[in-house]
């Protein structure tokens, strides 16, 4: 189902406030599907040049997905409005300029790979997620991810966050039973890793006791080429 609207009350409960765009001159989309008869690992794929992408899970086992997308409207005239697609267990949404808040739901397993040329991507996954690999990159810009203990893991699977230039901000709290590894590595800037009771391999690669015999592990890889990798990890 899509929805256009361009209520400024509902963008400022949804979005917030502080947006870095004019509310006045934005259209407001929103899109959202039931799980229905999909099964299987869901894939998030989103591609935008430049803005924000939020991403949370809700403890939901009907909802697929729902997208509330606020774009210029200058940019819907010359490029035309954005689309989500849902297609061989794949929710696409490839724009140019946007900001876009993306809930999940709770019934099935979800991969995720987000990139944002230049902004600001935003992933909360915690309480009823299933996630499997994740990667999320900006060129200019910052990553914000938490992981609670909460989720549930599938397989082993890679997370995966790079910025080019920019922050990437990192709090992993992994289930009980699953190993871990996360390493950090930036060209010009610092790296800051809080790993307690976890070993350090080399400079800046931390592995949990159990990462070798774990049925199940994580491995985290952050990446910057110049800014700052901060992670806390347990």
Partial sequence: MIVVGSVLVGAFSYFGPAWSWGLSDRVYYSFDSLVGSATGTINLDVDIEAGSVKIEFEDNATLLYK???????RTVQETGAPTVTFSSNTIALDYTALEANIT???ALNYTLNVIAGAGLIDCDVTQGAHIGDVSLT????????LMGSGLSISGSPDFAFESTA???DLIINLPVGIGGSI???VAFGTVDIDA???????SNHYESSDYDTAEQKVTVVAQSNTGTIEAHIS
């Fill in 67 to 73: 997208i509330e997308v606020g774009v210029i409207n």
């Fill in 196 to 202: 307690p009771g976890w070993t350090e391999v080399t």
């Fill in 138 to 145: 900006t060129t200019t810009g910052s990553i914000e991810s």
């Fill in 183 to 185: 390493e950090g590595a």
């Fill in 104 to 106: 999940l739901g709770s």
């Fill in 166 to 168: 920019g922050l990437v």
